[in-house]
C-alpha cells in the first residue's frame, strides 16, 4: 500500500511539476525610431516601419540553466553567481514567436550548424534596487532579439509591465541587416499545457494504482 500510494504522489508531482516549471511570456508594443535601418529590405518584406506594432514570446523554464550553443556547436552554460553587491540569476529562454528571421540563408552560420542563444538574465541589486536587471536573449546570431528592462526585477514582471525595451537584429548572406527597437508591453504569462503524453503516462500510473488498490481490499 505505501509503494502505491508513493507512486500515486510521484504521478501528481509530476504533473504539476512539468506544468509550473514553464511558462510563454508573451510582449506587444510599438516599433520606434531608434536603432532602426533595413539593409536588408525584411523589415520592409514583413510589412513593418515605425509605429507598427511588434510582438514576440518567450519561453521561460525558471527551472533550467541559460544556455548558448556557438556556430561551431560549442554550447556555454550560465551558471548563477552572488557577490556583495549583487546575485545573477541565469534561466532557459527560447524564442518561440516574433522576430524577422534570417534572410538568404543568414551571416554567422558555421558549418553543418546555426547557433542559438537560450539566456535569460535576472541581476537583483543588494545595495540599489535601481541596478536591477532582467533580459531574454533569444534566435541566433542571424536573428537575435533581446527584451530587457532595468531598475525591476523579475519576479515584479507582471502582466502589464512596461516599458520593457526591445532589440532585433537581422542578417543576409552579405553581412547586411536590419535592426528594429521597440517599446514593449508584458501581454500575457500562460503556463505551458502538459503534453497529452504525460497525460496518458500519468493517468495509466493512476489507473494502476487504482487496480493494486482494489485487488489488495479483495
Known amino acids: 500500500m505505501k509503494k502505491s500510494l508513493g507512486l500515486f504522489f510521484l504521478v501528481l508531482i509530476t504533473i504539476s511539476g512539468y506544468s509550473t516549471a514553464a511558462s510563454v511570456y508573451t510582449f506587444t508594443g510599438e516599433i520606434i525610431a531608434d536603432n532602426f535601418s533595413d539593409n536588408t529590405g525584411a523589415i520592409g518584406d514583413a510589412g513593418l516601419a515605425i509605429g507598427s506594432t511588434i510582438s514576440y514570446s518567450f519561453l521561460v523554464d525558471t527551472t533550467s540553466q541559460g544556455s548558448w550553443r556557438a556556430n561551431n556547436g560549442a554550447v556555454t552554460n550560465y551558471n548563477d553567481s552572488t557577490t556583495a ?55 541566433s546570431a542571424n536573428n537575435l532579439v533581446q527584451i530587457y528592462s532595468g531598475g525591476i526585477s523579475f519576479v515584479d514582471w507582471i502582466i502589464g509591465t512596461s516599458p520593457i525595451s526591445a532589440l532585433e537584429s537581422t542578417y543576409d548572406s552579405t553581412g547586411a541587416s536590419s535592426v528594429i527597437s521597440s517599446v514593449l508591453t508584458l501581454e500575457s504569462v500562460s503556463p505551458v499545457p502538459i503534453p497529452p503524453a504525460l497525460l496518458l503516462f500519468g493517468s495509466g500510473l493512476l489507473g494502476l494504482f487504482g487496480y493494486s488498490y482494489r485487488k489488495r481490499i479483495n
Request: charged share 20%.
Open 85 to 139: 553587491n549583487e546575485t545573477i540569476d541565469y534561466f532557459y529562454v527560447d524564442l518561440i514567436s516574433g522576430g524577422l528571421g534570417e534572410v538568404d540563408g543568414g551571416y554567422f552560420n558555421g558549418p553543418g550548424f546555426v547557433d542559438e542563444y537560450n539566456r535569460g538574465l535576472d541581476i537583483i541589486s543588494s545595495t540599489d534596487p535601481s541596478d536591477d536587471w532582467v533580459s531574454f536573449l533569444g534566435g
